[in-house]
């Protein structure tokens, strides 16, 4: 049995997969967005969270406009 282990060195079970992890994640990132702008993977990389949030904040506001 091989272990695995997540970003952080953690173990992660033999449960399978991760059922919120974006089968599309490559090396932690996802396709690019309309703009051709790379996104991360939030599982991957959750330091990137807070960042997400406030651009899509600031973009959603910038399209009220």
Excluded: N
């Amino acid at each position: 049995m091989t272990q695995r282990h997540d970003r952080t060195g953690e173990l992660i079970g033999d449960e399978g997969p991760d059922p919120t992890h974006d089968d599309a994640c490559h090396d932690g990132w996802l396709p690019d967005d309309y703009a051709g702008r790379p996104v991360p993977c939030l599982v991957c990389k959750p330091h990137l969270s807070d960042r997400r949030q406030r651009f899509q904040r600031e973009l959603d506001r910038a399209l009220k406009r």
